[in-house]
């Protein structure tokens, strides 16, 4: 029980590992119509909203598809 759960988060850290290395070639992730980008005088705020769904339902696919017995 113990050994399944620990490959299973090693196999999660790799996963995220990969996806910050991978993240800045993809060209759409960021820039989605919706993501809010705010730029004034002295501060930017981003907030990827379209975003954070995305990632949000594709992580939630995943992990029905791994959950499923």
């Known amino acids: 029980m113990i050994g399944r759960a620990l490959i299973l988060i090693g196999v ?3 996963i995220i590992g990969l996806f910050f290395t ?3 070639k993809i060209p759409f992730l960021g820039r989605l119509p919706g993501d809010i980008f705010l730029k004034r005088d002295k501060f930017v705020i981003y ?5 954070s769904i995305i ?3 594709v992580l939630s696919l995943i992990l029905y598809l791994i959950n499923r017995r």
């Open 47 to 51: 907030f990827p909203i379209t975003t």
């Open 55 to 57: 990632i949000s339902v």
């Open 22 to 24: 991978f993240a800045p």
């Open 12 to 14: 999660i850290i790799v």
